[in-house]
């Protein structure tokens, strides 16, 4: 069975800048990963053009689904080139769930608390495919 991985990041302020999770995706599927990307559905309460577009979504919904996303993934790929609530949540919640997280991250300081509910921080996607094939794949 094919480990199933969550691609977290942010979303608010980013709507019109959302590609790297198709290059964290490209990376998980080269490896033979199932990618569960929360954008592809919440994309659609985007309408790029309309501002404070979350005031319409159902917070409730919205964040349930993320959750239940979270559960049910092997491994969390949080994306953070700058700090977001929900992708803090994700992954303290991830994490709380027993889930593998890396998290990557440019950012010179990160909280303590991302740290800490981290497996790994790498510093950029370069890293990720190689990170991914020597933990999942051994020799």
């Avoid at 069975?1 to 800048?17: A, C, Q, T, Y």
């Avoid at 994309?43 to 919904?61: H, I, Q, S, T, V």
């Avoid at 593998?100 to 790994?120: E, F, G, R």
């Amino acid at each position: 069975m094919r480990k199933l991985v969550f691609i977290s990041g942010p979303i608010l302020g980013m709507e019109d800048n959302q590609e790297y999770r198709e290059r964290i995706a490209a990376v998980c599927l080269k490896l033979d990963l199932e990618v569960i990307d929360p954008w592809l559905r919440e994309k659609l309460l985007c309408k790029g053009d309309e501002e404070r577009w979350w005031d319409n979504a159902a917070a409730e919904d919205f964040i349930k689904r993320d959750l239940e996303d979270a559960e049910r993934c092997d491994l969390m790929v949080v994306y953070m080139p700058m700090l977001s609530a929900g992708a803090c949540m994700e992954l303290f919640y991830a994490k709380r769930k027993g889930k593998k997280v890396i998290v990557v991250s440019a950012l010179d300081c990160l909280s303590p608390w991302i740290v800490a509910h981290s497996d790994v921080v790498l510093k950029d996607m370069g890293e990720l495919e190689e990170h991914l094939k020597r933990t999942l794949y051994p020799r």
